[in-house]
Nanobody
Framework: QVQLAESGGGLVQAGGSLRLSCVAS????????MGWYRQAPGKQRDLVAH???????NYADSVKGRFTISKDNANNTVYLQMNSLKPEDTAVYYC???????????????WGQGTQVTVSS
């Protein structure tokens, strides 16, 4: 099956930066979309950013202009560069991909285990 390994989370002061990485491995025929979601305590899991196979990107309004999503196709890796971090960005960040494990199977969502990002004021 498909496995997602996230890294790069941690503790940072407001105004600082972090770079999250997510490597997809296992049985992968194709990846349609790669993205990042986040979930704060007591809140729902919301989309932060995603990037398509052709490189089109989309961002939540709350992070637009501060976060940048990118990918490395050769290594099946997606990144989230987070700049000008705010305490409101504190959450568990989850990697997500929409992918086909086999060509005859429909695409489905796969999730990482989550990585904690804490921004202190």
């Amino acid at each position: 099956q498909v496995q997602l390994a996230e890294s790069g989370g941690g503790l940072v002061q407001a105004g600082g930066s972090l770079r999250l990485s997510c490597v997809a491995s296992g049985s992968i025929f194709s990846i349609n979309v790669m993205g990042w979601y986040r979930q704060a305590p007591g809140k729902q899991r919301d989309l932060v950013a995603h990037i398509t196979t052709i490189g089109s990107t989309n961002y939540a309004d709350s992070v637009k202009g501060r976060f940048t999503i990118s990918k490395d196709n050769a290594n099946n890796t997606v990144y989230l560069q987070m700049n000008s971090l705010k305490p409101e960005d504190t959450a568990v960040y989850y990697c997500n991909i929409l992918a086909r494990a086999r060509f005859w199977l429909p695409a489905q969502n796969y999730w990482g285990q989550g990585t904690q990002v804490t921004v202190s004021s």
